[in-house]
Nanobody
């Protein structure tokens, strides 16, 4: 059974950095689109970044130039490096992976189409203080 287990997160000051990890089991991230999403209190879950099986990346405008999504296929782990954190970045962050329909594709679902992501991590909290 596919499982995504997240680690990382925490509390930082504005301008600080954090790295989130998402370790997969029963699921090969190398063959799928993987993404990071976040949800702040009272807001809808929004897409942050995605990476295709060929390594193509997409970022939300709000995080471009500050966040970086990457993948270590040997470790079957997805990462999100977050630099220059702002209070608006505070949220619960979730990793997610697509189903077999997106296996081996060079592009990923749009970040707004979170319904195409079938497998989700448990979430991890990121707090940014000003």
């Amino acid at each position: 059974q596919a499982q995504l287990v997240q680690s990382g997160g925490g509390s930082v000051q504005t301008g600080g950095s954090l790295r989130l990890s998402c370790a997969a089991s029963g699921y090969k991230i190398a063959n799928r689109c993987m993404g990071w999403f976040r949800q702040a209190p009272g807001k809808e879950r929004e897409g942050v970044a995605s990476i295709s099986s060929t390594g193509s990346t997409t970022y939300a405008d709000s995080v471009k130039g500050r966040f970086s999504i990457s993948r270590d296929n040997a470790k079957n782990t997805l990462y999100l490096q977050m630099n220059g954190l702002k209070p608006d970045d505070a949220a619960s962050y979730y990793c997610a992976g697509t189903g077999p329909a997106w296996s081996g594709t060079s592009w990923c679902p749009r970040l707004i189409d979170r319904g195409d992501y079938n497998f989700w991590g448990q979430g991890t909290q990121v707090t940014v203080s000003s």
